[in-house]
């Protein structure tokens, strides 16, 4: 079993759309949870973490974390073409040293 | 600010030989990352570079090396290289004050290995 695992995609939707990205992991231990979006041939850029369970919001999007279900989603509300992008999750533990681990990204595409 | 810079951008090389990639971190950030992301991968962790320290290490062999120079710029070296070495190579960075988990990425470097 991969330590984080995303749906693969890809993923088309219409304008105006809620879109639901998630990634399940396997470790416990895991403390940060980050969701980075990286349009073609781009670099990844971050977009929003959290540190430990719970919800954090930031305009359109919402990023939430279930601890107990090793679970994690970004919520995209209202979606626009520009968000047409690679979708990435990733996650690290607490204390020096620790390095990020991602999943395999999922494509996603708004249609105007 | 400038964000962080990599190069070349595009990078060919024959089995066997080596690749030398290089980055710039943004001013005032100590840490740099690199990651390989290959066709149908994902991002694999590499090297982790903090203070001209080696911090930490993924699971790639030993002809994936690299420094950090006292400008915090990076190098990443990959000997003998194999066809399978083929992909984008990320390199990013973070400052101690944001932590190892905000991480701001590069461009990238293409490496086609034929």
């Known amino acids: 079993q991969k330590e984080v695992e995303q749906d693969p995609g890809p993923l088309s939707v219409p304008e105006g759309a809620i879109v639901s990205l998630n990634c399940t992991y396997s470790n416990s231990a895991f403390q940060y949870f980050m969701w980075y979006r990286q349009y073609s041939r781009k670099g990844p850029e971050l977009l929003m973490y959290t540190y430990s369970s719970g919800n954090k919001e930031d305009g359109r999007f919402t990023a939430q974390v279930d601890k107990s279900s090793k679970y994690i989603s970004l919520f995209i509300r209202d979606s626009q073409p520009s968000d047409s992008a690679t979708y990435l999750c990733a996650m690290s533990f607490t204390g020096a040293n620790s390095k990020l681990t991602f999943g395999k990204g999922i494509t996603l595409s708004v249609r105007p | 600010e400038a964000g962080v810079t990599q190069s070349p951008t595009h990078l060919i090389k024959t089995r066997g030989q080596q690749a030398t990639l290089r980055c710039s971190p943004i001013?005032?950030?100590?840490?740099v990352y690199w990651y390989q992301q290959a066709l149908g991968l994902g991002l694999q962790f590499l090297l982790w570079y903090d203070e001209g320290e080696e911090r930490n290490r993924g699971n790639f062999p030993p002809r994936f090396s690299g420094r950090q120079f006292p400008n915090y710029s990076s190098e990443l070296n990959v000997n003998a290289l194999e066809l399978e070495d083929s992909a984008l190579y990320l390199c990013?960075?973070?400052?101690?004050?944001?932590?190892?988990?905000?991480?701001?990425f590069g461009p990238g470097t293409r490496l086609t290995v034929t």
């Open positions: 990013a960075s973070s400052s101690i004050r944001t932590s190892h988990y905000e991480q701001y």
């Open positions: 001013s005032g950030h100590t840490s």
